[in-house]
């Protein structure tokens, strides 16, 4: 995953950024309720609250935050 892949997501990011740069995703789980699984049926179900945090790996070594993301009441 590079910045040139999310510009799709997020318009301008290679512009920014630059193209090509390598990505990296962090995922917190902010929440997670209603939890229950089933070993007969083989499932899991859950009610969750997500932070994405993408970062950008520059040229210089570093990385930056690009941007972040909340995804809120999540059914798995």
């Known amino acids: 995953m590079d910045t040139t892949d999310l510009t799709v997501?997020?318009?301008g990011?290679?512009?920014h950024y630059g193209y090509g740069l390598p990505m990296e995703l962090k995922i917190?789980?902010?929440e997670?309720?209603?939890f229950a699984s089933s070993?007969?049926?083989n499932s899991m179900y859950m009610k969750t609250n997500l932070?994405?945090?993408f970062y950008v790996h520059?040229?210089?070594g570093t990385k930056e935050?690009?941007?972040e993301v909340i995804l809120e009441n999540l059914d798995f």
């Open 51 to 53: 932070l994405l945090s």
């Open 58 to 60: 520059l040229l210089d």
């Open 13 to 15: 990011l290679s512009a």
């Open 28 to 30: 917190n789980i902010k």
């Open 39 to 41: 070993k007969a049926k």
């Open 9 to 11: 997501f997020f318009p």
């Open 32 to 34: 997670m309720k209603n």
């Open 65 to 67: 935050l690009a941007t």
